[in-house]
């Protein structure tokens, strides 16, 4: 039996680096797609794979070293998942998902999140807070988001030593041809997880409900967006979480429609009010304002209330409410009203006729039937 040490040409005492290197170079030599000068059936490489095994790992490292292989297989590393028909960096890649083609060991910074809440004119006048339950990823406290179990590091993959992909060379009639794809063991990143974190089984990150409170400021108008950064997806290999974004949906008023800072609604009075002026009572989104009409107002007619409309996210200036006014005319009348209205029409029509003889001639004649 060789010795472990001997087979990747290192010392006794090389720590991981050196055996990480002395691993890559030796695979990269004698992987059995790549070696064609000393065709072996792949013997070397799986001699050197065996040898990396254990000596990248400090708990069989130190087993070997104290032992031999006798100690490796009283091993708890040892053979329980032998049996699946791989080494056990299959069956973690198989529970753990890194065979993914783009993981990689850089840190990355988690992807952002979009929620929407509805709020009301009112609400949008004034600010408000909203509470909401966002699922999200959370990285992991124990490991910091690497997934590795503490005092452990990534290890060479074996089967790609550490390319992150095959070449397979097939010889045919016409000659050799080469093609290359992504290891199935690494998923492309050249190294796997053999020690995960137990508190996140190697994830980096738990699924959490996150409650949030957001601070929606006054002035906010449809389809804005507030930014709570950090409260977005966690990071990969503790990268940076993502940002959470929450866009504001103001529903419609059934009074005011708004435009930019400015408020329009309708207001009505009935023709007595149009003509003879009143006061009347508007409910704008912060209470009562008392509006003159006054006498002889038109329909149409514009009123302002300055100040009065909604208020800027990004100034201090308050936009305008902007009232138009419509007159009512009556449906029906009682027998009084229409008496009275009546008598009104011939004072109007007296009055169109009372400049000159002829209006006070007809006058006289109509007073006389
Ligand atoms: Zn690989
Ligand atoms: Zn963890």
Known sequence: MKDYYEILGVSRGADQEEIKKAYRRLARLHHPDVSTSDDDGGDRFKEISKAYEVLSDPEKRRRYDLLGDEGLSASPYGSPFEGFGGSFGDIFNIFFGRGQPGFARAPRRGSDLLAVVEISLVEAYAGTVRELEMPRSETCDECGGTGLASGFDHDLCPDCGGEGKTVHTRRSAFGAFTSSTTCRRCGGAGEINTHPCPACDGRGAA?????????????????????????????????????????????????????????????SVEISEAALGTE??????????????????????????????????????????????????????????????????????????????????????????
């Open 207 to 267: 699924r959490i409900i996150d409650k949030v409170q957001v601070n929606i400021p006054a002035g906010v108008d449809d389809g804005d967006r507030v930014r709570l950064p950090g409260r977005g997806e966690a990071g990969h290999m503790g990268g940076a979480a993502g940002d959470l974004y929450v866009e504001v949906r103001v529903a419609e008023h059934e009074t005011f429609t708004r435009r930019g800072s400015d408020l329009h609604a309708v207001i």
């Open 280 to 369: 009347i009572e508007v409910t704008t989104l912060n209470g009562e304002e008392r509006l003159q009409i006054p006498a002889g107002s038109q329909p149409g007619d514009v009123f302002r209330l300055r100040g009065k409309g909604m208020p800027s996210v990004r100034s201090q200036r308050k936009g305008d409410i902007y009232l138009t006014l419509e007159v009512r005319v009556p449906r029906k009348l009682s027998a009084e009203q229409k008496r009275l209205l009546k008598e009104f029409q011939r004072i109007e029509s007296g009055k169109k006729d009372s400049p000159g003889i002829v209006g006070r001639l007809r006058k006289a004649i109509r007073q006389e039937y």
